[in-house]
């Protein structure tokens, strides 16, 4: 069920009609959400919901248990038992057979042939983002740091919470649970803020990520060698754009849906390509993966407590398995060693002196430049269906052929637009914001329903998956 599709704006109606009827009752308001959520999890494939059931299941009777066990052996072995299960499962969907076949590789190169057995499971949608949500909560109970729920339906509703249930943003039990049992809060402000960030959202998706998807990137990197230096210059810079279109879109419309029915989900994206370090850009990107491996990983591996080297080592390992978490191929894993070492280096290496004499905005902006075309670099391994297709990209660009056939003025003018949308001053936006909130609310929902129809005429392409569905 797409964010941008008639079932969900059905399923989001009825959702919220429903939570504002039963806002007094927790528990059938709860149990409506439960089933709303199943439904929309159920409609990419009704045979994983007894998955994400007994995943749930489990980790509330772990989170019960941790509450009366006191002794730390007994502790741990729960905790265990979580992270076990949770990601015995996640391995078995998504990484057995690319483990497999690693395995198989490897014996071969060194000369014994051994026969590959797949499981050949179709991954469930959204198992990453749950499997780190549920894992969140007990975690954080075991370190003491959140008491266990009491409310079955309403740890079931936590993990399985539709609106950012397949592609986040990962949200953590110490926020949402707390608003499940209080009940939902809905005010005229945030109401209309909810209806500015779906349509904002939906204008992403369709206008921006869809359409450079299209007419530029899917073009490219199919068959680099059609196109010119230029050409793939410009394919790469439109992949860079499109993903981080289309996955703030879809945290927007999250974002906006849980608003609508009284809840608050934190921000995910923060204009990342702005950053001028990659430090900075992983405060800005994915923010609910970011800090959720710094919390539940780079901490515990040492963080920056035992010195540089240490810190390197923790920022490498924290980076390759966020590598992994993307999707079970050599090509993810690559391109989280490449913010792994790029990390890693500015621990590592002092900072020229030099810099130091470089006027702030200069050195800011030159900041911004680097930062941008390292993550640019990365992405083409993100995106490359191998290292092959990604060979190919460099060497079209080392090429330097200065050929524009292939990218049409639409196509430079979406990328101009998504562009200099990363330098909207925040103060416009909100400007823009207040400004749509001080309209009456047939007339919000009008220019909403307005919004929609004309992204849908103006893209002129058929409306994609969100990219993050399939990890």
Not at 38 to 65: E, M, P, Q, T
Not at 327 to 350: E, K, N
């Amino acid at each position: 069920m797409l964010f941008d599709s008639v079932e969900y704006a059905v399923l989001l109606v009825a959702a919220f009609a429903g939570v504002w009827l039963l806002a007094r009752f927790r528990l059938a308001r709860t149990l409506l959400l439960l089933s709303a959520s199943y439904i929309f999890y159920g409609f990419w494939n009704w045979k994983y919901l007894g998955l994400i059931f007994l995943s749930s299941s489990h980790d509330y009777l772990v989170g019960r248990a941790l509450g009366r066990v006191r002794a730390p052996a007994g502790r741990k072995a729960l905790l265990g038992a979580s992270v076990v299960v949770n990601l015995g499962i996640l391995c078995a969907f998504k990484y057995f057979d690319f483990f497999v076949d690693s395995a198989a590789d490897l014996l071969a190169g060194l000369g014994f042939a051994v026969s590959r057995f797949h499981l050949g499971l179709v991954l469930p949608v959204g198992i990453s983002f749950y499997t780190f949500q549920t894992l969140s909560y007990t975690i954080d109970v075991f370190r003491g740091r959140l008491e266990p729920t009491r409310s079955y339906p309403g740890y079931l509703l936590f993990v399985s919470f539709f609106p950012q249930l397949v592609a986040g943003p990962i949200v953590r039990a110490s926020h949402l649970l707390p608003q499940l049992d209080r009940g939902p809060v809905l005010t005229a402000e945030r109401g209309s803020r909810a209806l500015f960030l779906i349509g904002v959202g939906l204008a992403k998706k369709v206008v921006i990520a869809d359409f450079l998807g299209a007419h530029l990137a899917d073009k490219v990197f199919s068959d680099p060698s059609m196109y010119s230096s230029v050409e793939c210059l410009a394919g790469v810079y439109a992949y860079a754009f499109q993903i981080y279109a289309d996955f703030s879109a879809y945290s927007d419309i999250a974002i906006g849906s849980a608003a609508l029915l009284g809840f608050d989900i934190p921000l995910n994206f923060d204009a990342p390509y702005r950053s001028a370090s990659l430090r900075e850009f992983w405060r800005r990107w994915h923010i609910s993966l970011s800090t959720w491996l710094r919390d539940y990983l780079y901490i515990p591996l040492g963080g920056s407590r035992h010195g540089r080297g240490r810190t390197a080592v923790s920022l490498l390992a924290t980076m390759l398995l966020g590598g992994l978490w993307h999707g079970a191929a050599l090509t993810f894993v690559f391109w989280g060693a490449i913010h792994g070492l790029a990390l890693a280096t500015t621990r590592l290496v002092p900072r020229p002196r030099f810099i130091d004499g470089v006027p702030p905005a200069l050195r800011r902006a030159l900041g911004v430049l680097v930062t941008f075309h390292v993550v640019c670099a990365a992405w083409v391994f993100f995106r490359a269906p191998d290292f092959r297709v990604a060979g190919r990209i460099f060497e079209s660009i080392a090429a330097l052929d200065l050929g524009v056939e292939n990218l049409s003025w639409s196509v430079l003018a979406v990328l101009a637009v998504a562009f200099a949308t990363h330098w909207i001053p925040a103060a416009w936006i909100e400007r823009a914001r207040r400004g749509f909130h001080a309209l009456p609310a047939p007339l919000q929902a009008a220019t909403l329903l307005a919004v929609i129809l004309a992204v849908h005429r103006l893209a002129r392409v058929e409306v994609q998956p969100f990219i993050y569905f399939q990890f």
